[in-house]
């Protein structure tokens, strides 16, 4: 009896003593969560605020927060630039180009080297014709067959002329007079475009905008940057899926240029107008929107949407009363300040 009382107190104990070890194994548990949640909150808290003004949503974020996020604001300069008329362009190829040149080379090496022969027959020709009229020292057959020799040369000069002018003609309609002038004097530039050091830009523009193609435009490259494109001359064929006023311009070979690409023109017309360029890296996209961040305080800042109609080198400027000189925005951190903003909002739903 005294054993089977001892076994019993033994296991009540057990018993006991294993439900406090649980209790304190899930309280300490709870206890580290609320610990870690609280910590979460605090962090937040401390990292950032958000609100809403009238609609628009405001974003608190300290100095030091900014400083250890790599947070930088740049004040922008306002400056003037003219409004700008907008054409396309598609770098064409000029494979067919250096296939009229080499037809043209190949037609003036001919006429020079049977023009060499010419000189050669006729020398011979006025010889024997001499040989023969002092005193017959030559036939009359010797005489007549240099004298055929020497037509028949003379003719084919006159049709290797002939083919000359004909593959200037072919370039000049396909190409236009200056191309036609860079091909009959071998200039740089021709070499220039079939060493793709330069490229051979088609400009299109609609009928009535503009009364004569301006001598420079400028040309967006990927990567938005501005080439400086320069006027060859009119186009004189226009392809048929391409209705418009075309001039070829030349544009220098950039990395991501190529053959076929089809890119925008930027033509400076009308009067100045006041504005900023906002820089690329302040740029964020959401919602295939442009926007910028505008410090509207020292720690605060407030989203707006860019427009994008009109890219620079660098940027995109923009003009009217929104875009005061002065204009605080992030040029390095951006993305993270969108991320930010709706990372609040989740939470905040929650």
Do not use: C
């Amino acid at each position: 009896m005294i054993v089977t009382r001892s076994i019993k107190w033994l296991l009540a104990t057990l018993i006991t003593l294993t439900a406090i070890s649980i209790v304190a194994v899930v309280y300490g548990a709870a206890s580290r969560q609320r610990a870690d949640d609280e910590d979460q909150q605090e962090t937040v808290q401390t990292y950032s605020h958000m609100s809403v003004e009238n609609g628009t949503a405001r974003i608190a974020l300290d100095a030091a927060t900014q400083a250890r996020e790599g947070i930088r604001i740049e004040s922008l300069t306002a400056m003037s630039r003219r409004a700008e008329l907008r054409a396309t362009s598609v770098l064409i190829p000029v494979s067919s180009l250096a296939a009229l040149r080499n037809n043209y080379v190949a037609a003036k090496t001919k006429v020079e080297r049977d023009r060499v022969d010419l000189a050669t027959s006729r020398n011979q020709y006025e010889r024997t014709k001499t040989l023969y009229e002092d005193d017959q020292n030559l036939s009359l057959q010797a005489m007549q067959n240099a004298e055929a020799t020497y037509r028949n040369i003379q003719a084919q000069v006159t049709a290797d002329e002939q083919n000359v002018n004909l593959q200037q003609d072919t370039i000049r309609l396909n190409w236009g007079n200056v191309i036609e002038g860079w091909v009959s004097n071998n200039r740089p530039m021709l070499d220039a475009l079939l060493d793709q050091r330069e490229f051979l830009a088609q400009v299109v523009f609609a009928p009535g905008e503009v009364a004569a193609a301006p001598r420079s435009l400028w040309i967006t490259a990927p990567g938005n940057k501005l080439l400086e494109a320069g006027l060859v001359s009119p186009m004189p064929q226009v392809d048929a899926q391409i209705q418009g006023i075309s001039f070829l311009y030349t544009v220098p070979s950039r990395p991501g240029l190529a053959v076929g690409m089809n890119l925008a023109v930027l033509v400076p017309v009308g009067s100045p107008v006041r504005g900023l360029t906002i820089p690329q890296s302040a740029i964020v996209w959401w919602e295939g929107k442009a926007w910028v961040y505008k410090a509207t305080s020292p720690t605060a800042f407030t989203r707006y949407e860019v427009a994008t109609e009109n890219p620079v080198t660098g940027g995109y400027f923009v003009s009217g009363a929104a875009y005061p000189s002065g204009m605080k925005v992030v040029t390095a951190g951006a993305q993270l300040l969108l991320s930010e903003e709706f990372r609040s909002q989740i939470q905040e739903e929650d």
